[in-house]
């Protein structure tokens, strides 16, 4: 009897033949389910797989996680047989075999408890976008690239530009040809490839490129031209010999003042590695440092530097992705915190620059994971070592100091250049106000920008993001409105109709907004924090004849947005950069004398549970941006608090200081890291069944947090109460540190859920 074939179009599953069944992992709700499927058409798959199947209809692409080889007889297919034929479908295509390794998926597999995520959601956050899922139709073309082609007819002119012959060496070297985006790679501008084609020496066509030559074609030639490594100083010498000294599967908290060397040292603990055979993970927060840091590691590394982050495209993850579980050679891999997941073996290094960024940690939407737990994690797995480089360690990282924790000290305490930092001056805006003057920019300030252009010097000035809340202050004593239970300060809140008042974000204690300071009896008593675009304005108006260049999110769209920006300010085209928090991080920029912040205010009293730590953080990171040239640098804070520790310790500079008496007050006042926190953020379109929900929920927690001694903070709407039409609640949860979440196991907390409403759990939360 022959079995019919679902599709005339299917070869026939080979009934008289040994056939592989094949179970493999789709997406089917939130856990993702397990079906059979049968390698009909012989492609050979195997555990790991990715490959491409139907269900319902739909094409999806899964995770192979069994095989069976199959006789007839058990298929039913055998004449005689009491059964039922069984028709499996076939499996459609191999997308990439052994995508997954045991040893990898074991490590997918234990974050996912740690995250409180089902394993196959791990896993599909874990994976390139578009991995798994279902199959999107893109993903068919290749996209064509340019290749760069020796004329080999071509007369030779004499005296060409040294660049010119470099490029055309490079080519004959490399058999003549190469994708033009590797010469680019290794600091072939398409300038200079333009110029050898006027000449007539080069062609240049649109080409498919395969998948092997994806990135690392012409590697050995374009490699020629790398830059050495620079001789270490002796703190840096001591930095790498204590790291070569480490034990494996451990990490080095390497805390180095701005300017003192820190991604030099990055990059020669990664050329040891390189050498020994082992790929390399360097890690930044922002998106926007990426540039600078590719160019750097290229310079040294010429085409063994891949990227991946949210800036590449889909295809480029996926090949970077693929190129981690093929590549013959040892990667250097620059990315952002997703980068963290990429199967590179063996690994030997992963650096994660600037740890103390909170960007490090994903908020939303689930897994809500650290890259800094996950590289400890996964170095612990691997016998990877870590570095966490930065001029400001978090307090989670300090803590974690040897002998008690994990992490080894290194310091690098002096600047190359031997500048000394710059010099912190305070504005008391308080006093302004008193000599009457009421405008956002000091007097002090006003005078610094507008002697810039003659000095042919630039400014960077920071205007803190508005977040999402103001708070009550007085503009004649600096008095903020704190809750009486937390220490925080309450946050202004209003209703359409104009009505305001004061909310903590921690214990949802409630205050009407008062019109006199009860402090020093003031009527410059009113919410603070005006919108970022305000500001901007303002600035305008107010800095006349200077030239301004704005530098946030609106204006560095795009995946070379930061890059561009950067270069128009560093070619001279303004003399001011206004920007928010982004403008603090890792640029270098030699004109820069001046580094000011608007209203540190705004810093200092958002309702975290790190506040603190991360205004001073930023504050010295702003600091660090000027004077990093030939002339020296001064930093400017305007507050109406010039009295706030966070502002003491930034005119002493001593982060040391400020991290042990942080300790000591988190310590004794039983905060984070001395304790453990988790958020639970509820969503839902109706009002109503999200804050009954959030009811329901703190009901069902409340026993686990008594028995295991946590506290339930909530519920309460969480500090944006809406958002995009859907409301939030939340749930805020305290307990003993290093103790486990008092959350039921599975997908229990789920289950109870009504439709519609969606549950987020964030463990160790950086942002109420
Ligand atoms: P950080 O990452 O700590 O801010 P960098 O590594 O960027 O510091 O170093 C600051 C500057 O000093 C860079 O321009 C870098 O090229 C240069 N530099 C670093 N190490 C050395 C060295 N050993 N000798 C000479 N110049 C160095
Ligand atoms: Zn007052
Ligand atoms: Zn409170």
């Known amino acids: 009897m022959t079995p019919a074939s679902p599709d005339p179009a299917e070869p026939a599953p080979c009934p008289s033949e040994c056939c592989a069944e094949v179970d493999v992992w789709v997406e089917a709700g939130r856990e993702g389910r397990c079906f059979t499927y049968e390698d009909s058409r012989r492609l050979g798959v195997d555990l790991g797989d990715l490959v491409v199947v139907r269900l319902r209809g739909r094409r999806m692409q899964g995770l192979v996680m069994d095989r069976r080889i199959s006789s007839p007889v058990d298929r039913g297919q055998a004449s005689g047989s009491e059964a039922p034929p069984r028709h ?27 995250c409180h995520i089902s394993p196959f959601r791990m896993l599909k956050a874990a994976l390139p976008p578009g991995w798994l899922g279902q199959r999107q139709s893109h993903q068919a073309e290749p996209r064509r690239l340019w290749w760069v082609q020796l004329e080999s007819s071509a007369i030779n002119p004499q005296n060409l530009p040294q660049r010119q012959a470099d490029l055309q060496a490079a080519l004959a070297a490399g058999g003549g ?26 062609r240049r066509e649109k080409r498919q490129p395969t998948d092997a ?157 650290h890259a800094r737990d996950m590289a400890m994690d996964r170095a612990r797995r691997t016998g990877a070592r870590v570095v966490l480089g930065s001029a400001t360690p978090s307090l989670v990282s300090w803590k974690n100091l040897a002998p008690q924790g994990q992490l080894a000290l290194a310091r690098l305490t002096r600047r190359i250049s031997d500048q000394p930092l710059s010099p912190v001056h305070v504005v008391d805006m308080r006093q302004e106000l008193a000599d009457g003057h009421r405008r956002l920019i000091s007097r002090p300030l006003m005078e610094r920008l507008s002697a810039l252009p003659e000095a042919g010097e630039q ?33 202004v809140h209003r209703s359409r109709q104009g009505h305001q008042w004061l909310r903590c974000h921690w214990c949802d204690h409630r205050a009407e907004v008062e019109s006199s300071c009860h402090k020093c009896g003031s009527k410059a008593f009113k919410p603070f924090g005006a919108g970022t675009q305000r500001v901007m304005e303002h600035l305008v108006e107010e800095l006349q004849g200077l030239r301004l260049l704005r530098f946030d999110r609106d204006s560095t769209g795009g995946r070379d947005g930061h890059r561009r920006l950067l270069e128009q ?35 200092l009293h958002r309702p975290d549970l790190q506040a603190g730590e991360q205004s001073l953080q930023l504050l010295m990171q702003l600091a660090g941006r000027a004077g990093r040239g030939e002339r020296p640098g001064h930093v400017l804070v305007q507050t109406y608090c010039p009295d706030h520790p966070v502002i003491h310790h930034l005119v002493d500079g001593r982060y040391g200081e400020f991290l042990k008496e942080e300790a000591c007050l988190r310590h004794e006042a039983g905060l984070v890291p001395y304790s453990r926190a988790c958020l639970l953020r509820l969503s839902g379109d109706s009002a109503a069944a999200t804050a009954t929900a959030a009811a329901v929920l703190a009901e069902q927690i409340k026993p686990l947090c008594d028995a295991q001694g946590w506290c339930l903070i909530g519920p309460a709407p969480a500090p944006i109460a809406r958002v995009a039409g859907r409301s939030r609640w939340q749930l805020l949860l305290h307990g003993p540190e290093e103790s486990p979440l008092p959350l039921p196991s599975g997908s229990t907390l789920w289950n109870g859920l009504p439709r519609g409403v969606a549950l987020a759990v964030d463990p160790d939360p950086i942002q109420l």
């Open 569 to 603: 300010f560093a070619a001279g085209e303004a003399d001011v950069l206004v920007g928010t928090q982004m403008l603090a991080k890792g640029m270098d920029l030699p004109r820069v004398t001046l580094a000011a912040v608007l209203a540190a205010d705004g810093l």
């Open 459 to 491: 400014a960077v000035v920071l205007v803190p993001r508005r977040g999402y809340s103001s708070f009550l202050s007085c503009r004649s004593c600096g008095e903020v409105v704190q809750c009486p239970n937390c220490d925080v300060a309450l946050t």
């Open 88 to 114: 499996l479908e076939a499996i459609e295509a191999l997308v990439q075999s052994a995508a997954v390794d045991p040893l990898w998926f074991g490590w997918i597999e234990a974050m996912a408890v740690h």
């Open 177 to 202: 040809g190469a994708w033009q985006r590797d010469l680019q790679a290794a600091g072939f501008g398409s300038g200079l490839v333009n110029g050898l084609i006027k000449r007539g020496l080069i």
């Open 213 to 369: 030559s994806n990135g690392l074609s012409c590697s050995d030639a374009c490699d020629q031209d790398l830059e050495v490594p620079q001789s270490l100083t002796v703190e840096q010498q001591e930095v790498v010999e204590a790291f070569q000294s480490q034990p494996l599967g451990t990490g080095m908290l390497l805390w180095g003042v701005t300017g003192s060397g820190k991604t030099e040292v990055y990059l020669q603990l990664a050329e040891r590695e390189l050498q020994a055979g082992r790929h390399c993970l360097i890690l930044t927060p922002e998106i926007g440092l990426i540039p600078q840091l590719v160019d750097r590691f290229r310079r040294r590394f010429g085409t063994k530097v891949l990227e991946y982050h949210s800036g590449c495209s889909d295809r480029e993850r996926v090949s970077t992705w693929r190129q981690g579980l093929t590549a013959a050679k040892p990667l250097v891999v620059v990315g952002t915190r997703s980068a963290v997941f990429l199967p590179l073996a063996p690994l030997g290094l992963i650096v994660l620059d600037e740890e103390h960024d909170s960007s490090y940690k994903q908020e939303s939407p689930m897994p809500c994971y």
